[in-house]
């Protein structure tokens, strides 16, 4: 799906004389961005989108964490937030109406896994864009882009616009309200397809015929990617990770996964999904040190639209991922705590 | 899914069907039968540079899964005598404090002789092993690199490789203190250097002969003769945390 974005500067260049006549029609959205400790948070990205057109626009919170989106065409809005450290912050629907101004503040919520060090630096660390060395692409004898390498864990970069069906609604609603204390990761098991590469640092090894994934997350986990050809399995066993075959189309490596159970979180909102899931992963390494991944969700059975998020990775040449045992000395069961 | 297999040592030969249950789907370029079954006599694959291509998916050979040194009896293995302590106590106790059971890492050298399938994958400059056990890897390094120095401890140690004629070379070291090589519970250290000879002799065994050199264990290296064979089949999603019954029926005194 294509998404326009308007860029309120030109706009108010070309109608500039309209621009008092704009006041009128046009609401305001603003508020502030604040930490769980109630600090403000500087830099972060706020985008709101028009749940009629589409249209997204954006803005960053000032020095003091105060945000404006003005001249808003009145109508229902999706605001998210995602700034570095944080959960990506979501809120479905807001109404903006013509010539006043709502106010919402945003209360962000940190990354984190329940385990000491694992705090905002730590996710910063993680998600910020990495230096890379410069150059092209490396390439196969096939003349295919060549995926493998060490890769810093996926920035998101484009979070999409989930439209749950009331059940998943609710269940996410029911997920907060209960601190995730259900969370799979907490109790070691696999986090599933959108979220293994988002956390942690990973390995992509590339064949002709079989891309691996080796995530250093996850007790740690595996994921291969059959390039042979092969079809998906008639009636595959439902399975954390599901059943991945890849075709290339141009430079572009476009993976169809089927197969899956109901269990795994999408995010750590805990966004859920059905066995009907598809996940369509458009995978594109445009120079050396980047690595872009398109997820398009497709779940009939959970939301009412596919759900498009986009994401990028950094390589990290110089390291390898490490051993992660998680089901070593866990302790985060306990601490798991919520209604 | 787990299946359970600590108690009743027997009851790995269970787990065999479900390995085989998701996927029946011939591999391209597998030599086979007119029964369509793979010819495993047929010549070992080798890769562009003439050396034997590991790549497939293999089914570590039965026998060993209980105590990786059953063929060196009645001598066994040369324990220092704490390390011979222990593994009586793990006997007796019938394995009651094996990490494994507990969803951690079977580790290396366990890993060869575990009754699930593996797939090796052969690619430049390093070997890939993806283990169905655990949902594993180990990653075997073939640039040339040498082994660390100072290795952070590991389940699945750091492994580099070379070829001697058509024999895979591998050394390994960097092992966790507390590693369990067998269900029985021969000890392995952090001063474990493991050194395995992989032979693919045709195109459906690869021989392993192994050789534990860990001088806080043992008295002097011992070598034990194990080996794969080659799995018509696919790796299925094993993840132990899930709905995990095991620890329930570790019984032992």
Known sequence: ?339 | MKVCRNVISGAFLLALPAAAQWLNYPTPGVPRLPDGKPNLTAPAPKTTDGKPDLTGTWQPRFGYTGNIAKDLKPVGVPFQPWAEALYNHRVATESREDPQARCVLSGVPRENVVPYPFKILNTKGMIVILYEALHSYRQIFMDGRQLPKNPNPAWMGYSIGHWDGDTLVVESSGFVDNNWLDNNGHPGTEALRLTERFHRRDFGHIDLAMTIDDSKAYTKPWTVNLGFDYADTELIEYVCDENEKDVGHLVGK
Request: one cysteine or more; aromatic letters at 8%; hydrophobic letters at 35%.
């Open chain 1, 1 to 339: 799906m294509r998404r326009r974005t308007i860029d309120l500067r030109w706009f108010l260049a070309v109608a500039g004389c309209a621009s008092a006549a704009l006041a009128q029609s046009t609401g305001t959205l603003a508020g502030t961005v604040f930490d769980l400790s109630g600090d403000r948070v500087a830099n972060a990205p706020v985008q709101a989108i028009n749940l009629s057109t589409n249209a997204i626009y954006r803005t960053t919170t000032s020095p003091a964490g105060a945000y404006t989106l003005a001249q808003l065409p009145p109508g229902s809005y999706k605001l998210s937030v995602a700034a570095p450290g944080f959960d990506v912050f979501l809120q479905p629907s807001l109404t903006v109406t013509a010539a006043q101004t709502l106010r919402f503040d945003i209360h962000l919520v940190d990354y984190q896994l329940g385990t000491l060090g694992d705090g905002r630096e730590f996710r910063i660390a993680l998600t910020s864009p990495h230096a890379t060395p410069n150059g092209p692409a490396p390439r196969t004898s096939e003349g295919k882009p060549d995926f493998s390498g060490v890769w810093y864990a996926q920035r998101t970069v484009d979070p999409g616009v989930p439209e749950p069906l009331p059940w998943a609604e609710a269940l996410v609603k029911e997920r907060a309200a209960s601190n995730f204390k259900d969370a799979p990761g907490a109790r070691c098991l696999t986090r599933g397809i959108t979220a293994a590469g988002a956390l942690f640092p990973y390995k992509l090894v590339q064949s002709r015929t079989l891309l691996i994934m080796l995530f250093e997350d996850d007790i740690p986990s595996h994921r291969q990617v059959f390039l042979d050809g092969r079809g998906h399995p008639k009636d595959p066993n439902p399975s954390w990770m599901g059943h991945s075959i890849g075709h290339w189309e141009g430079d572009t490596l476009v993976v169809d996964t089927v197969g899956f159970n109901d269990r795994s979180w999408l995010d750590p909102q805990g966004h859920p999904h059905t066995e009907m899931m598809r996940v369509t992963e458009r995978l594109r390494r445009p120079d050396f040190g980047h690595l872009e991944i398109e997820f398009t969700i497709d779940d009939p059975g959970a939301y009412r639209k596919p759900w498009i998020i986009k994401r990028i990775a950094d390589i990290d040449p110089d390291d390898d991922i490490g051993e992660y045992v998680c089901t070593e000395n866990n302790r985060d069961v306990e601490h798991m705590v919520g209604k």
